[in-house]
């Protein structure tokens, strides 16, 4: 199933993504309206998807001994906390350059 649709539909999607310069929700929405709902079901499904796999290695694939918790508390932790600070300010700063034109 992989091979014959997802993969197909996956490089037909970043053909007109490129083509029209917008997402594959904005594509198929202009393209055929009546498909706009079904990617945004499938945008939904892959995003549950995820957190519910990482929900899963958080409750059942859990080690005794976490090897790399001194490394991250040391190294990423304060990457991360500067990249979300950073995002969080671009954020605002462009809904309110945006919601100032209008």
Known sequence: ML???GIPLFFMEL???QYNRKGAITCWGRLVPL???EYVAVFLSFVSLLASLGLYHCCFQRPQVISWVDYLS???FPLL?????VL???SFFLYYT???RK
């Open 98 to 100: 945006k919601k100032s």
């Open 88 to 90: 969080l300010f671009l």
């Open 74 to 76: 040391m190294c990423v």
């Open 3 to 5: 091979v014959l649709g």
């Open 15 to 17: 053909a007109l993504g």
């Open 81 to 85: 906390l500067t990249y979300l600070t």
């Open 35 to 37: 498909f706009k709902g």
